[in-house]
């Protein structure tokens, strides 16, 4: 008997500590200390939620930067049939892939980028590389009637460098900086 009321003290300790005070304390501190990332990470105009800089999005306008491939098409809804991410992850010889990838250079035109092409594993990168966003400048620039060098320089001014992996950009906060312009 004495075992079992040890065991069912340890029992109710152990879900309060790790069932209310953890979950507690951590909320607590990313409210406090982290309060933008604990909450989405939101981007937001004129007051307006836009998106979050941790999930990427839709964009085929062409005076805008286009993000990575998505197999789930950027789907966040929950109301909406479907995956809410994933990727496909084909092989490179398989058929689906090569008709994707085919008719999104017919799509773009010309020699796209590695990222520009394929899926990234969550379907939801916000990002792209910067070699990505500067073969897409022409296009934009034609689109707004701007210098192109004004939107080099924005993809500069919006580059993260990163000495592990190749240098790249946000998509909707370069779209959202290109607006301002």
């Keep these: 008997m004495k075992q079992l009321n040890t065991s069912l003290r340890f029992v109710f300790v152990t879900m309060i500590l790790c069932g209310l005070i953890f979950p507690l304390t951590v909320t607590a501190v990313g409210q406090l200390f982290l309060n ?18 941790l999930i990427g999005q839709k964009w085929t306008q062409p005076e805008y930067f286009h993000g990575r491939q ?15 991410s994933g990727s496909h992850n084909y092989a490179n010889s398989h058929p689906d892939l090569k008709k994707r990838v085919n008719q999104t250079i017919r799509d773009e035109g010309g020699h796209l980028t590695n990222d520009a092409v394929t899926e990234s594993g969550s379907g939801l ?14 296009r934009i620039a034609k689109e707004r009637h701007i210098n192109p060098q004004r939107i080099n320089q924005l993809i500069q001014d919006h580059t993260t460098h990163h000495g592990l992996v190749d240098d790249y950009v946000n998509v909707l906060e370069l779209n959202i900086a290109l607006d301002q312009m």
């Design 70 to 84: 998505s197999s789930v098409d950027y789907n966040m809804s929950s109301t909406e049939e479907g995956v809410a």
């Design 125 to 138: 990168d916000p990002h792209i590389t910067v070699l990505n966003a500067k073969r897409q400048v022409d």
């Design 36 to 53: 933008s990332q604990a909450n989405g990470s939101l981007v937001k105009v004129d007051g307006q939620v836009v998106g979050s800089k």
